[in-house]
């Protein structure tokens, strides 16, 4: 166990993922029971330069584990991308005897962490928390579940109004450059089809089922499409599609901010607060420069250059599912 890491400093940073909350409170709580001193460092990366930090105690944190958002706020930092933001971040590290920090966010902020580590050897643990699942090293970040509920619970009001009017929807979900929260809600909705930017589904294909589905006297369809997909947003395919079969009523939603808020999920309240302690662990540990995550049940840590440069794909056995019960 490491003695010398005692004044802890923890922030969330680049998109808010709900759970965020949960895993502050168990990064307070469990740094506490260690005996270490937590200090909360305000909108991220911004909030470091700027020299935005206060104590956290354990009462702090009561009541919060419910809330969306995150208390600490959060940044996409521009400043923080430069070496001098960065040498003006680790400063105000030094001048409150700050001996390691902990990063909640996704991968920009631990691409962050990472470069500060090298460049300044502050050890620096990482809490996967992106309603996106795309970093390597954890099988679920923190708001992926619930993103995925908010979106299934959109899906199943679009259903009934799609049903009604025999329209075919084109809804699309958030996931920056991965399919997770698409093939998840599409399977958790029955939709009819899903497009992930890792499929290689086409418009032509699409453009057959529908007709298929046309021919079965199957008229209204639901199709969620994730936002990086590469045939483009639900806007485009929908369009592609219209050129294409006329007598179909095409509609598009795009969901967007509404899967970030909210309540978390019991599963994300718990995967919070396994890896909230966990990153507290990690530090005790002597472990740095690295993400605390779960894979199979299990809390693992993986190097942030694995992290954030391995990709991780979504499970192939889910992506067949999804087509077959499609059919
Ligand atoms: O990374 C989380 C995420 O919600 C992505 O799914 C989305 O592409 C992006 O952030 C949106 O970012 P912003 O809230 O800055 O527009």
Redesign the pocket.
């Known amino acids: 166990m490491s003695k010398d890491i005692k004044r802890v400093a923890v922030f969330t940073s680049?998109?808010d993922?709900p759970g965020m909350n949960a895993a502050l409170r168990a990064v307070v709580r469990s740094g506490s029971y260690h005996g270490l001193h937590i200090f909360g460092i305000k909108r991220g990366y911004e909030g470091m330069i700027d020299g935005d930090l206060d104590r956290l105690e354990r009462s702090d944190v009561s009541n919060i584990i419910h809330r969306g958002g995150t208390f600490l706020k959060t940044a996409?930092s521009e400043r923080f991308l430069s070496a001098e933001g960065r040498r003006q971040a680790y400063q105000t590290l030094v001048a409150h005897d700050i001996d390691a920090c902990i990063a909640i966010g996704?991968n920009g902020t631990f691409t962050g962490a990472h470069i500060m580590y090298e460049e300044h050897g502050i050890p620096i643990i990482g809490i996967p928390g992106?309603?996106?699942n795309d970093l390597f090293g954890t099988d679920y970040t923190i708001g992926f579940d619930t993103a995925v509920n908010t979106a299934i619970e959109a899906v199943d009001k679009i259903r009934d109004t799609a049903d009604s009017h025999n329209r075919v929807f084109f809804i699309e979900v958030?996931?920056?450059h991965a399919g997770f929260i698409a093939l998840n809600t599409g399977i958790g909705s029955g939709a009819a089809y899903v497009i992930i930017p890792e499929s290689s589904r086409s418009i032509d294909n699409l453009v057959e089922e529908l007709q298929m589905n046309a021919r079965r006297k199957k008229l209204f369809s639901l199709v969620i499409v994730a936002?990086g997909s590469n045939l483009g947003g639900a806007t485009q395919i929908a369009q592609k599609v219209q050129e294409q079969i006329d007598y179909y009523d095409i509609k598009v939603t795009i969901i967007g901010?509404l899967?970030?808020g909210g309540s978390p999920t019991a599963q994300d309240r718990v995967l919070a607060s396994r890896l909230g302690d966990a990153a507290i662990h990690g530090l005790l540990e002597g472990r740095k420069d690295v993400m605390a995550g779960i894979i199979n049940d299990k809390i693992a840590y993986t190097p942030f250059d694995d992290a954030i440069n391995k990709t991780k794909i979504p499970n192939e056995d889910l992506q067949r599912l999804a087509e077959i019960l499609a059919m």
């Open positions: 680049g998109g993922a996409r996704g992106t309603i996106d958030m996931g920056r936002e901010h899967q970030r």
